[in-house]
C-alpha cells in the first residue's frame, strides 16, 4: 500500500495565543482558547459577532478553569453585545460542558443535533450509577486483568460530572441546515465516527470550516466502540466522513479546529488520516493470522505498550478497528470459556 507523505498544511496563526483572550482569524469570527483541566491543555471555542449579540461555538468543560476563562472573556471582550445562541458540535465534555451554565446565563437556546443532545442527556443520567452488567461483560471480553477492570469500575459513570445541568430543551441542528450568523450563511455539515452525529459549519463565503473533533492538524481523532454499542462500526463512519469531506471542502478552506491551529490543507489531512486507518487495518489483519485479545493489537496499533490508564480509549480503538474487519468479513471473533473474545482471520 502507497502511504501518501505527511501532509503539508499551512498554519497562518501564530501557536503563541493567550487563554480567555480571542483573536480574529477572519471579519466577524474569533478564536477564544478555553484551558481544560484534563485531556488536551485547551479547546478552541468560536465567537462570531452579530449585529447585537454573539454566537458561541464549544464551551469547554463544567470546570472552574474553564468557567473562569468564559467570566473573562464576557467582561473584557463582548463590549455591549450579549450572547445570544450557543452551539455544540458534539456531546464530549470539552465541548459541552459549560453549555448548560452558558444559555442559563444568558437565556439563550442550546443548539445541537438530535443524538448528541439526546446520548448526553443518557450518559449524565448513568453518572454516578454503579457499572451495569453489560459494560463489564464488554471489558472483560477486551481481556482486562483484574486489576484494570477495578481501575475501570472506580472511573466509571464520571461522563457528567464534568458537563453542568443541561437544558431541558433544545434546537435541533441537521445536516445540510443553513444558519444565517453575522449576515452569512453558515452550513451544518454532519461527520460521524468519532461522536455520533457531529456537527461542523462550513461559511462558503468566508471560506471558513468549523471542524470540531471531526478534522484537527495534528491528534487523530479518537475512534471508539463502548459498551453500550459493542457491535457498532464507528470506523466505518469516519472513514466515509473523511471521504464525504474531502469530496464536499475547498482545497484552500481555512479549517477551524476544537485543539491545535487552524490550518488550510483539509484534503491533504483527510487523505493523510484515511491512508493511516487503512494501513492500521492492513496490519491488524496481518496479525490476526493467529488469534489475537485486544491488547495483543496495542502495540501494532499505538506502536508501545500502554500504561493502565490509557487502556480504556486504547481498547475503544482497538475494537473499532476490529469490529471494522469483522463487519467487512476479513476476520471473525470467537469467545472462549473464560468469556474473553479471540480474534482470527476468516478463512
Ligand atoms: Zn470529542
Not at 15 to 31: C, F, H, I, Q
Not at 168 to 195: E, P, Q, Y
Request: net charge negative.
Amino acid at each position: 500500500m502507497t502511504r501518501p507523505n505527511r501532509p503539508q498544511m499551512q498554519y497562518p496563526f501564530s501557536d503563541d495565543l493567550e487563554y480567555a483572550s480571542p483573536e480574529m482569524v477572519a471579519e466577524g469570527v474569533y478564536r477564544c482558547r478555553i484551558p481544560l483541566e484534563f485531556g488536551p491543555p485547551y479547546i478552541n471555542s468560536w465567537l462570531l459577532e452579530e449585529e447585537d449579540g454573539w454566537t458561541v461555538v464549544d464551551t469547554g468543560m463544567g470546570t472552574e478553569v474553564s468557567s473562569n476563562a468564559w467570566r473573562k472573556v464576557f467582561k473584557n471582550f463582548l463590549g455591549d453585545k450579549p450572547v445570544n445562541r450557543l452551539i455544540a458540535t458534539h456531546m464530549h465534555p470539552d465541548h459541552l460542558g459549560l453549555a448548560g451554565w452558558i444559555c442559563h446565563k444568558w437565556n439563550i437556546p442550546l443548539h445541537m443535533s438530535q443524538t448528541e443532545y439526546l446520548m448526553a442527556r443518557t450518559l449524565i443520567a448513568d453518572t454516578h450509577h454503579d457499572v451495569p452488567d453489560e459494560a463489564t461483560t464488554f471489558i472483560h471480553a477486551a481481556g482486562y486483568t483484574g486489576e484494570q477492570e477495578d481501575m475501570y469500575r472506580a472511573e466509571f459513570g464520571k461522563f457528567g460530572s464534568v458537563i453542568r445541568t443541561l437544558p431541558h430543551a433544545f434546537h435541533r441542528l441537521k445536516d445540510g441546515d443553513r444558519l444565517t450568523i453575522g449576515g452569512v450563511d453558515w452550513n451544518v455539515v454532519i461527520g460521524r465516527g468519532h461522536s455520533p452525529e457531529h456537527v461542523c459549519l462550513h461559511c462558503p463565503e468566508k471560506n471558513l470550516f468549523i471542524a470540531g473533533d471531526q478534522l484537527l492538524p495534528e491528534i487523530s481523532s479518537n475512534i471508539s466502540v463502548w459498551p453500550t454499542e459493542p457491535e457498532a462500526n464507528p470506523l466505518k463512519d469516519w472513514l466515509e466522513s473523511c471521504a464525504k469531506l474531502k469530496d464536499y471542502l475547498p482545497e484552500d478552506v481555512l479549517v477551524l479546529p476544537a485543539h491545535g491551529n487552524p490550518f488550510r490543507g483539509a484534503r491533504e489531512r483527510l487523505a493523510y488520516l484515511i491512508a493511516d486507518h487503512e494501513e492500521n487495518l492492513a496490519k491488524l489483519l496481518e496479525l490476526c493470522q493467529t488469534p489475537v485479545r485486544v491488547p495483543d493489537c496495542f502495540v501494532t496499533l499505538f506502536k508501545r505498550e500502554l500504561p493502565d490508564d490509557k487502556i480504556n480509549l486504547a481498547t475503544g480503538e482497538t475494537i473499532a478497528h476490529l469490529n471494522y474487519l469483522i463487519h467487512d468479513g476479513s476476520i471473525i471473533r470467537e469467545t472462549d470459556d473464560k468469556g474473553v473474545n479471540h480474534y482470527r482471520r476468516a478463512e
